[in-house]
């Protein structure tokens, strides 16, 4: 049976990153997946991923994301590109809440805007507006194919094509079979996306698997040049230009749950199409009603959004990053050495608790 120092089962968004950071070490590493590179099965997968720093989620994000646009740029200048977020919601909304505490916490740099300065976005009457210069997208599958480029390149290894049948400690190592072969390391790292429950069934993770919908609208000019994020009484919307004259566009909330992501529908849902017809029609003045493509992918939520990684209950060899909760890729980098560092035993300079596992024990 092959021998590893590690292992990373799950190679997309945050496995990707891993394997990269892992093999950089001079690590002897294996990277295993079900799907081939950059696929479209998961939930990495669509053209883009908004980068924010100004974090609404939780400021103790913000280190964490701080040290991703260091990690992002050291990998490849070309892949971020900052063209800045327009935040808009009542005053008391959870993204200008929270925008504002993340920048307050953190020294960020986040302008309170006149929404009437910025025409392209009908936002509703008395609600707050911001801008973050510092947010952009990051181009997802091509992310993702740099770090396993540079992870091969620092002697990674990968199997494509081979589904993860179980994993379990023996003895001083981890035995992964696959429904193509065994192998084995010292560590494991498991990055499972939507899969992350079946794949540590024994841990009962709070997990719950969403599916969410994409679409690309046109735009009847070049005036969307930033990302936005828009929070309206009935849900959070957030889009960004995606080249050619087109809007990418989504809704955060909402989403419906899945039990089997293998076997997911992939088809359009009438009930999102609407909601985000409305929202176009009544919020993007500049877009035209005609979508031009649609696209699914999953959110793995935990029930308070935050992510959970963490080493393995009881174990020193495995670690865990899931439940990326729909606002995970653009950590990626920052996720990927960190999970390194645990899976190796390393000291990490981040507070890590508001993601730890602990959390839920109660
Ligand atoms: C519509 C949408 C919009 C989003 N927008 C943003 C955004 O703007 N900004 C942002 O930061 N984040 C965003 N996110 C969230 C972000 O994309 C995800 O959190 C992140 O990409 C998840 O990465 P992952 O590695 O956990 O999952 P994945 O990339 O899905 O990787 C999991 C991998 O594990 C493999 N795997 C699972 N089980 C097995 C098995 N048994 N055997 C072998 N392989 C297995 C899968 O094949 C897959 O490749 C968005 C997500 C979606 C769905």
């Given at each position: 049976?092959a021998?590893?120092?590690?292992?990373?089962?799950?190679?997309?968004?945050?496995?990707?990153?891993?394997?990269?950071?892992?093999?950089?070490?001079?690590?002897?590493?294996?990277?295993?997946?079900?799907?081939?590179?950059?696929?479209?099965?998961?939930?990495?997968?669509?053209?883009?991923?908004?980068?924010?720093?100004?974090?609404?989620?939780?400021?103790?994000?913000?280190?964490?994301?701080?040290?991703?646009?260091?990690?992002?740029?050291?990998l490849?200048?070309?892949?971020?590109?900052?063209?800045?977020?327009?935040?808009?919601?009542?005053?008391?909304?959870?993204?200008?809440?929270g925008?504002?505490?993340?920048?307050?916490?953190?020294?960020?740099?986040?302008d309170?805007?006149?929404?009437?300065?910025?025409?392209?976005?009908?936002?509703?009457?008395?609600?707050?507006?911001?801008?973050?210069?510092?947010?952009?997208?990051?181009?997802?599958?091509?992310?993702?194919?740099?770090?396993?480029?540079?992870?091969?390149?620092?002697?990674?290894?990968?199997?494509?094509?081979?589904?993860?049948?179980?994993?379990?400690?023996?003895?001083?190592?981890?035995?992964?079979?696959?429904?193509?072969?065994?192998?084995?390391?010292?560590?494991?790292?498991?990055?499972?996306?939507?899969?992350?429950?079946?794949l540590?069934?024994?841990?009962?993770?709070?997990?719950?698997?969403?599916r969410?919908?994409?679409?690309w609208?046109?735009?009847?000019?070049?005036?969307?040049?930033?990302?936005?994020?828009?929070?309206?009484?009935?849900?959070?919307?957030?889009?960004?230009?995606?080249?050619?004259?087109?809007?990418?566009?989504?809704?955060?909330?909402?989403g419906?749950?899945?039990?089997d992501?293998?076997?997911?529908?992939?088809?359009?849902?009438?009930?999102?199409?609407?909601?985000?017809?409305?929202f176009?029609?009544?919020?993007?003045?500049?877009?035209?009603?005609?979508?031009?493509?649609?696209?699914?992918?999953?959110?793995?939520?935990?029930?308070?959004?935050?992510?959970?990684?963490?080493?393995?209950?009881?174990s020193?060899?495995?670690?865990?990053?899931?439940?990326?909760?729909?606002?995970?890729?653009?950590?990626?980098?920052?996720?990927?050495?960190?999970?390194?560092?645990?899976a190796?035993?390393?000291?990490?300079?981040?507070?890590?608790?508001?993601?730890?596992?602990?959390?839920?024990?109660?």
């Amino acid at each position: 049976m092959a021998h590893y120092d590690l292992i990373v089962l799950g190679t997309g968004g945050i496995g990707s990153a891993a394997l990269f950071h892992a093999a950089s070490r001079g690590l002897k590493c294996l990277g295993l997946d079900r799907f081939p590179p950059a696929h479209d099965r998961g939930s990495s997968h669509g053209e883009s991923r908004l980068i924010r720093l100004s974090y609404f989620e939780h400021p103790d994000y913000v280190p964490l994301l701080r040290r991703s646009y260091e990690l992002w740029d050291a990998l490849d200048p070309a892949l971020l590109t900052r063209s800045g977020i327009f935040y808009a919601g009542p005053t008391d909304s959870e993204i200008i809440r929270g925008v504002l505490a993340s920048a307050r916490e953190h020294g960020l740099g986040v302008d309170i805007v006149d929404p009437a300065d910025f025409p392209h976005y009908a936002v509703p009457e008395g609600h707050t507006a911001l801008f973050e210069a510092d947010a952009g997208w990051l181009p997802v599958e091509t992310c993702i194919l740099t770090h396993l480029a540079r992870a091969a390149d620092a002697g990674a290894e990968h199997r494509w094509g081979e589904s993860v049948t179980a994993w379990q400690e023996v003895g001083d190592s981890v035995q992964v079979s696959t429904d193509a072969g065994d192998y084995s390391a010292d560590a494991l790292v498991i990055c499972g996306g939507a899969w992350s429950g079946e794949l540590m069934a024994g841990l009962g993770l709070p997990l719950t698997v969403t599916r969410k919908h994409l679409h690309w609208f046109q735009c009847e000019d070049d005036r969307y040049q930033s990302g936005f994020f828009i929070e309206l009484p009935h849900g959070q919307f957030y889009g960004f230009p995606a080249g050619d004259g087109r809007l990418k566009l989504a809704e955060h909330s909402s989403g419906e749950p899945i039990c089997d992501p293998l076997n997911a529908s992939r088809d359009q849902d009438p009930e999102d199409d609407a909601r985000i017809e409305d929202f176009v029609a009544r919020h993007l003045p500049g877009v035209s009603s005609t979508r031009l493509e649609h696209g699914s992918c999953f959110y793995t939520m935990t029930p308070d959004s935050d992510f959970i990684v963490d080493r393995y209950p009881g174990s020193e060899r495995v670690t865990f990053a899931a439940g990326l909760s729909g606002h995970g890729f653009k950590l990626a980098p920052a996720l990927g050495e960190l999970l390194v560092d645990l899976a190796t035993g390393s000291d990490t300079p981040f507070d890590t608790r508001f993601i730890s596992l602990e959390r839920f024990a109660a």
